[in-house]
């Protein structure tokens, strides 16, 4: 069992950064691919980005390419997402999502496990 909780949303202006966070129980998380999902009131959950156990594959949806970067440090069993030059539209709760599968397990919304969330907010 892999538990993962969200942390480092909160409210910032356009233009601006947040660093999100994803903190993994467990000793298998070196071994999962990991990925960052949203969802915006009214709207279904959505990808936002995604990374291979190893670190070496990554993904973007096109709305963040260039503005996020997803990063893991698994000493630390820990997801990062640095996100800069927020937009409005980037509102929105950010989840994180785990998989001992391959990436596109966790690309195409099919992880096993899931945190909780953190909300994002951006201020036009």
């Known amino acids: 069992q892999v538990q993962l909780v969200e942390s480092g949303g909160g409210l910032v202006q356009t233009g601006g950064s947040l660093r999100l966070s994803c903190t993994a129980s467990?000793?298998?998380?070196?071994?999962?691919?990991m990925g960052w999902f949203r969802q915006a009131p009214g709207k279904e959950r959505e990808f936002v980005a995604g990374i291979s156990y190893s670190g070496v594959n990554t993904k973007y949806a096109d709305s963040v390419k260039g503005r996020f970067t997803i990063s893991r440090d698994s000493a630390k069993n820990t997801l990062s997402l640095q996100m800069n030059s927020l937009k409005p539209e980037d509102t929105a709760v950010y989840y994180c999502?785990?998989?001992?599968?391959?990436?596109?397990?966790?690309?195409?919304?099919?992880?096993?496990?899931w945190g909780q969330g953190t909300q994002v907010t951006v201020s036009s």
């Open positions: 467990g000793r298998t998380f070196s071994s999962y691919a």
């Open positions: 999502a785990g998989d001992p599968g391959a990436l596109v397990v966790v690309t195409q919304g099919r992880a096993d496990y």
